[in-house]
Nanobody
Framework: QVQLVESGGGSVQAGGSLRLSCAII????????VAWFRQAPGKERAWVAT???????NYADSVKGRFTISRDNAKNTLDLQMNILKPEDTAMYYC?????????????????WGQGTQVTVSS
């Protein structure tokens, strides 16, 4: 069983930065893929970035070069550094996890979800 708790959302002007964190409560052993997704009002939940247990990362084209996903396996934390934020980044952001060595990108394939944290970017 895995539990995820996000923090760090808020409001910022376009061009600003925010850092999201996710505390991961998990068993000690096993390869856990962790990811960030986001969902804007009226839209489907969308993949943002993933990081595998070996540190391999992948990003959606819309955030590549602006967002950085990282994890600390010793502390069981997941972070998302978001720079050069745009109004279109406004959404509820969720961390998610799946027991696998190769990270998928579809939200329906992830088994565990946090409660979400709101990010609002004003122009």
């Amino acid at each position: 069983q895995v539990q995820l708790v996000e923090s760090g959302g808020g409001s910022v002007q376009a061009g600003g930065s925010l850092r999201l964190s996710c505390a991961i409560i998990r068993p000690a052993y096993g390869s856990l893929c962790v990811a960030w997704f986001r969902q804007a009002p009226g839209k489907e939940r969308a993949w943002v970035a993933t990081i595998a247990s070996d540190g391999n990362t992948n990003y959606a084209d819309s955030v590549k070069g602006r967002f950085t996903i990282s994890r600390d396996n010793a502390k069981n934390t997941l972070d998302l550094q978001m720079n050069i934020l745009k109004p279109e980044d406004t959404a509820m952001y969720y961390c998610a996890a799946k027991w696998t060595t190769i990270c998928p990108r579809l939200p329906g394939t992830f088994n565990y979800w946090g409660q979400g944290t709101q990010v609002t970017v004003s122009s």
